[in-house]
């Protein structure tokens, strides 16, 4: 009888050690997939404290914009000057300057404005909806400028059309 109790004692040691052992690899492979590395942490804490102390003492903070500057005047130039952009080219990079424009703070570009015009939440709200509709249709072409433009003619009304 000591001598099953035994056996048994040592069984279920022998389960508990393994798995424990299998736990503690998995808490570690957990660890290592939900872990940052303690410099990055340790910048970006660094960061958020000066932006906290400069909000703290009412200081404005000045973005470092000067690569989206220079991002934004190319984008501009290529579509205001290069006559052979496909359509899907244009679109993707009409998108892009609208994301760098908003960005950097500016107002939305495909938003009205104007000294008489006001614009409100829907006009914003249609923006949004536009540009999402757009970006699905350059992402649904996958470069490829035929599918483009089947996309944009199956999905945009011709409000010019004459009965």
């Known amino acids: 009888m000591a001598d099953e109790k035994e056996l048994l004692n040592e069984q279920t040691a022998e389960t508990t050690s393994t798995t424990t052992a299998e736990d ?95 614009a409100t939440s829907a006009d914003y709200a249609t923006a949004e909806k536009v540009a999402t509709i757009m970006q699905e249709m350059v992402d649904n072409a996958e470069g490829d400028p035929n599918v483009f433009l089947n996309e944009y003619q199956r999905r945009v009304k011709d409000t010019n059309l004459r009965k």
């Open 24 to 118: 503690y690899i998995e808490a570690i492979k957990n660890l290592k997939q939900t872990t940052v590395d303690k410099t990055a942490y340790d910048a970006l804490r660094s960061e958020n404290k000066k932006l906290l102390e400069s909000l703290v003492n009412g200081e404005e903070i000045q973005p470092q914009n000067k690569v989206l500057t220079e991002d934004i005047s190319t984008l501009r130039k290529e579509i205001l000057t290069n006559q052979s952009l496909t359509n899907l080219e244009y679109w993707d990079k009409v998108l892009k300057l609208r994301s760098a424009l908003l960005k950097r703070g500016d107002e939305d570009p495909f938003v009205p404005q104007g000294q008489k015009v006001n």
